[in-house]
């Protein structure tokens, strides 16, 4: 198998075993939950054996599942980061007015206050999940491959892993 059809097919499994229904996550108290479906991002960055839990502050706690490179460490991320912004937002698309910046989640009515152009005050134009809303910063944590892949530990964080070599 060469290592393209390698790499879809483990970008399927990973599709497969990350986007379903998340009814668990929360903000601040379980009271908050919100369900929702987290999104895996369609670009690999560099081997793609180490994955990424990215969350917008204005859109926690949803959040989507980033694969990068197993060299990248947090200032790597941190450098990388407005690159992973600008290839979520090719993918699902911009939350935001591209005049204004008003967030298109806000209903129309909330947006024309301060803009009144196109996208803003047309009431058909309405932002969704998982489109990006990225005004106000984000948060990221590393995390564990799901069940089913096979993975040996992170050599530096305790609480992810890294797909193996071999599977990548």
Not at 17 to 29: F, N, P, Q, V
Not at 147 to 161: K, T
């Amino acid at each position: 198998m060469n290592t393209s059809t390698q790499a879809d097919q483990t970008q399927v499994a990973l599709r497969k075993a990350i986007e379903r229904k998340d009814e668990t996550s929360y903000l601040w108290t379980r009271g908050d939950t919100q369900p929702f479906v987290p999104r895996v991002l369609p670009h690999v960055f560099g081997d793609g054996r180490a994955l990424l839990a990215l969350s917008t502050l204005n859109q926690r706690p949803a959040y989507w599942v980033i694969r990068v490179d197993s060299s990248w460490d947090d200032d790597e991320i941190h450098e990388h980061m407005e690159g992973i912004l600008n290839q979520l937002e090719e993918a699902f698309g911009r939350g935001r007015c591209g005049y204004s910046g008003n967030s298109l989640f806000w209903t129309k009515r909330e947006r024309v206050g301060a803009c009144q152009c196109q996208e803003c005050s047309d009431g058909r134009i309405r932002a969704r999940w998982p489109m990006v809303d990225d005004e106000g910063g984000r948060s990221w944590s590393w995390m564990k491959w799901p069940v089913g892949f096979n993975v040996e530990p992170h050599p530096v964080h305790s609480r992810a892993n890294l797909l193996c070599a071999a599977a990548a």
